[in-house]
């Protein structure tokens, strides 16, 4: 598997594994315990996913060397301030059972962010955290924040897919070398993206899924992909796209799928960002 350097030097695998949406604890662990069996080494969590304690288990379970994974977290918005970030972050810690993180991230642009963000500066220059960086930052938010902090993000973990492309902040990401990371690598199957006839025809001439194309696609724009999955042996076809390069052609083909906007989430939206002020009240 390929690596990309981030912008302060450390090293962070192309494609993990993504834990959203799987709260039950037992199959959690299970999936993440599969998961590092089946080769993955960046383990994507969060405060907001509720399951950071079954993902601290699958790794002390798994019996994987603790410097061969990259493990990230993410700072919920309730706890977007500098003393409630200090403290988010000690509890995470001590859910996942870890001495530090390799990645902690802003989840939202919300709440004192500013705040929080001078926390997490802090916490990295305690080497407590190997990199720091943000989620769901729209190209205006990021050029401010780059503009405003004295360390800048090292990954920018934003919606990225066949749909919703985003090429005008992966340039912007370029600028500040900010590594942009995907979640929501597959639309959540939205638009029949896993039958979808120009992607599942550009697999067939690599013998390969259209999910496999659009992992592909995307780490080669430079994007590092989170799928996620409890199945076994979807993980192992999620892994398997190192094998492959997609042609100019094909690259083109897909980049005519662009919608220009999210049909998932609508950061824009007052009532969405309410609703997330709120989730844990």
């Known amino acids: 598997m390929d690596c990309t350097i981030l912008n302060n030097g450390v090293k962070m695998p192309m494609e993990g ?87 902690y991230l802003i989840h939202q642009p919300m709440g004192d962010y500013y705040g929080a963000w001078r926390a997490m500066e802090e916490l990295y220059k305690e080497g407590r955290i190997r990199a720091i960086g943000v989620c769901n930052f729209y190209p205006h938010v990021l050029a401010d924040f780059c503009e405003t902090v004295e360390v ?36 959540e199957g939205k638009h029949g993206i896993f039958t979808d006839p120009v ?25 590092v992909v989170i799928p996620k999955s409890v199945h076994r042996e979807r993980m192992e076809q999620n892994m398997d796209i190192w094998n492959f390069v997609l042609s100019d052609e094909d690259m083109t083909a897909i980049a005519k799928m662009d919608i220009g906007h999210s049909e998932i989430v609508d950061h824009f939206d007052p009532n969405f960002v309410k609703a997330l002020h709120g989730r844990f009240k």
């Open 199 to 223: 992607l599942t025809e550009i697999g067939a001439k690599y013998g390969k899924s259209a999910a496999q194309v659009v992992l592909r696609w995307n780490v080669q724009r430079g994007v």
């Open 17 to 103: 594994f993504g834990v959203f949406q799987v709260p039950d604890p037992k199959q959690c662990e299970q999936a993440v315990l599969d998961a590092i069996s089946t080769g993955y080494r960046l383990i994507d969590t969060a405060a907001a996913y509720m399951n950071e304690e079954a993902v601290g288990a699958a790794i002390k379970k798994s019996g994987a060397c603790r410097e061969d994974l990259f493990i990230t977290t993410k700072l919920w918005v309730s706890d977007a301030s500098y003393d409630k970030a200090k403290q988010a972050f000690e509890t995470s810690l001590k859910k996942l059972g870890l001495e530090y993180l390799d990645l």
């Open 152 to 187: 800048i993000p090292a990954v920018n973990q934003v919606e990225l897919h066949p749909f919703f492309q985003q090429e005008n902040a992966l340039k912007l990401m370029k600028e500040y070398e900010v590594a942009p990371e995907a979640w929501g690598p597959f639309a």
